[in-house]
């Protein structure tokens, strides 16, 4: 590592360390001792990589890991961390200096970059050719514009398993198209995903813009103080090739109840009232962007700390159950394939991978409605299991146009059950319970009310012995996170916050189960009386 890097590194306090280990660690990066667990193995013969968490080791052994890196665009990618953790330092310096100065624009800019996950959407290989980057303005003055561009684009699959650039669309604060543009992709194209972005080969023989065309364009709509917007945005600065200090990200600003990550759909519906597009339809530019930008400005109205938490579940998106999620899918396999996986009829909306290069990509197969989906879950040859936050999935093989066989991964979507579901176990508790009920008005006795008694008690014991257990569970879940990658702590909360949701579903059962046990007793003290 060069020696002015070594010195940044030495001197980087330890939560700067901590989160330059982390992205590494997600990122596959090697230095000359392997990876970061490789290096733990050699470095701490005793613990070895038992206890991988950074957050947990010493800042001597942050330090010598990273000193292992002398690669050059390792140590520039190192320095381009250090400087996202320095443009949060001098949002922050000049918050507390003027206080009262700080519009709801430039707090909801800080509120983006102070996620915990923005660093590691956000952390784009912008040493490489052909990125443009701007920097953030340590001037008062200079951070305190609020101007405002909107940005949402259309990608397609490359040979090499890039995204490129096809579309681009630009609105300003007013709703206004300052930039709306198709763009020539520089890369042999595997996939257009026509159904996804409505773009065919056939369009894009008309386009003649490059992406460097695109670059040129931004950079004069577009100055250093200007606040980028979209939904994800991080995949669309990653097509643009372009590294912006200052963004508001509506997928980081807005959290749903359940702790997920929103759709720009299920925002549409939930803050701004209206459906972005029709299941199936493919997304449309212009409208994304449109709507990236209302949902900054409705924030903005309703006033930047008022934070309400945004439901994502079958009674507010209802269309969620009527999506498949596949993933695992090899790059080689057109999404048009796809088709061939799961029985029935369905659409094909892609999800945007977390960066340009992969080997995998994922898609919704979105149904016409939750039955055909379960249906089709159902109908899928392959053996259940559960994915890493406890939801179904199945390992399907099917045959391609080629003749050849692909296999990948269908898993539902639905985190929490349903309403019908609870409803339907409350209704089959009650309706065996009616059958018991019929029984016991035939032979009332004291041994009657003594068995509810005993039934009653022994629920009560079960449930206080389960819901002890499910605790105990979430205490050694929440122990083991601490242990493991940081790669996987999305996963592991949603792991935790859908055991809390099985925790509520069985309280609501025991609880139904309480009163149905009391209102038996009640009738039983009842036709005793009349038998006196």
Not at 13 to 39: H, R, T
Not at 267 to 285: D, F, I, Q, T, W
Not at 414 to 423: M, N
Not at 457 to 462: D, M, S, V
Request: aromatic share 4%; proline share 3%.
């Amino acid at each position: 590592m060069a020696d002015k890097s070594v010195t940044t590194i030495s001197t980087a306090p330890k939560k700067v360390l901590v989160d330059i280990v982390k992205i590494a660690q997600k990122q596959g990066l090697q230095g000359g001792k392997g990876s970061w667990k490789d290096f733990l193995n050699v470095h701490d013969r005793k613990i070895g990589s038992s206890l991988s968490d950074p957050a947990k080791r010493t800042r001597e052994t942050l330090v010598s890991f990273l000193q292992t890196f002398n690669e050059k665009k390792h140590v520039k990618f190192f320095g381009y961390v250090l400087r996202k953790h320095s443009n949060l330092e001098v949002l922050e310096r000049i918050r507390k200096e003027s206080p009262d100065n700080e519009s709801p624009v430039q707090k909801l800019v800080r509120l983006t970059i102070e996620h915990p996950l923005y660093l590691s959407k956000y952390a784009f290989p912008s040493y490489e050719k052909e990125w443009m980057v701007t920097k953030l303005s340590k001037k008062n003055k200079s951070v305190t514009k609020n101007a405002m561009l909107a940005i949402d684009c259309e990608m397609v699959l490359c040979e090499d398993g890039t995204d490129a650039l096809v579309e681009i669309c630009v609105v300003d604060h007013n709703l206004q198209v300052q930039l709306h543009e198709l763009v020539k992709p520089c890369k042999p194209v595997r996939d257009y995903r026509t159904d996804i972005t409505g773009i065919s080969a056939a369009d894009l023989s008309k386009a003649s813009l490059s992406l460097t065309d695109i670059q040129k364009s931004m950079k004069k709509l577009m100055s250093k103080r200007t606040i980028l917007v979209g939904h994800s945005l991080q995949n669309d600065l990653q097509a643009l090739k372009l590294d912006h200090a200052r963004v508001i990200d509506t997928s980081l600003i807005y959290r749903s109840s359940d702790g997920l990550s929103l759709s720009l759909s299920s925002l549409c519906k939930s803050v701004l009232g209206y459906e972005l597009r029709e299941g199936g339809a493919p997304h449309n530019c212009q409208d994304d962007a449109i709507a990236a930008m209302k949902l900054v400005l409705a924030k903005i109205e309703s006033g930047v700390d008022h934070e309400p938490l945004v439901e994502q579940d079958v009674k507010h998106v209802p269309e969620e159950t009527a999506k498949l999620l596949l993933h695992r899918i090899p790059i080689t396999v057109p999404s048009e394939e796809l088709q061939w996986a799961l029985p029935g009829k369905f659409s094909v909306e892609l999800k945007l991978p977390k960066n340009g290069q992969r080997k995998q990509y994922s898609v919704l197969a979105v149904f016409g409605n939750p039955k055909d989906a379960q249906r089709a879950f159902e109908n899928a040859n392959g053996r259940i299991e559960k994915d890493i936050s406890g939801l179904p999935q199945k390992l399907i093989r099917f045959k391609l146009s080629t003749g050849e066989t692909a296999s990948l991964y269908v898993r539902k979507m639905a985190t929490v059950c349903s309403l019908s579901e609870v409803q339907q176990k409350k209704r089959g508790f009650q309706d065996g319970d009616t059958h018991d009920a019929k029984k016991l008005k035939m032979t009332p006795s004291d041994d009657h009310l003594k068995e509810i008694e005993r039934l009653k008690h022994e629920l009560r014991e079960k449930s206080s012995s389960k819901c002890d257990t499910h605790l105990k569970e979430i205490e050694r879940l929440k122990l083991e996170l601490r242990e493991r990658d940081s790669s996987q702590c999305d996963s592991h909360v949603e792991e935790i916050e859908r055991l809390k949701q099985q925790l509520m579903t069985k309280d609501f059962e025991i609880k139904t189960q309480d009163r149905i046990i009391a209102e038996l007793r009640k009738k039983l003290e009842e036709m005793k009386k009349k038998k006196r």
